[in-house]
């Protein structure tokens, strides 16, 4: 399995954009996609996620300005982020959760993109 992200690039504070991501291979029926990301200096931390079933989560510090949906006929993930703030400067990385029979999971990364939010 392997997922490409796409789409970073810099915006003004306020403004709004998209990244997708593609995952290739067999990605199985159970997964989950979403998105991390990295601050300058500091920890990856979750962005938010959409299940197989459409469900989707998000970190606290996005909720209501971040939408994450999925295509599965793409195998495709976005991120639509508006209201974008200088704080939300980061590379951004797209994964793929897969669960296993076991109960166990198994995750795969994206290559990161970086988006730049001037003030």
């Known amino acids: 399995v392997q997922l490409q992200a796409s789409g970073g690039g810099v915006v003004e504070a306020g403004g709004s954009h998209h990244l997708s991501c593609t995952a290739s291979?067999?990605?199985?029926?159970?997964?989950?996609l979403g998105w991390y990301r990295q601050a300058p200096g500091k920890q990856r931390d979750l962005v938010g996620f959409v299940n197989y079933d459409g469900r989707t989560n998000y970190d606290d510090a996005v909720q209501g300005r971040f939408t994450i949906s999925r295509d599965n006929t793409k195998n495709t993930v976005h991120l639509q982020m508006n209201d974008l703030k200088p704080e939300d400067t980061a590379v951004y990385y797209c994964?793929?959760?897969?669960?296993?029979?076991?109960?166990?999971?198994?995750?795969?990364w994206g290559q990161g993109t970086l988006v730049t939010v001037s003030s």
């Open positions: 994964y793929l959760r897969m669960a296993q029979q076991d109960g166990s999971a198994v995750v795969f």
């Open positions: 291979g067999n990605i199985g029926d159970r997964n989950a």
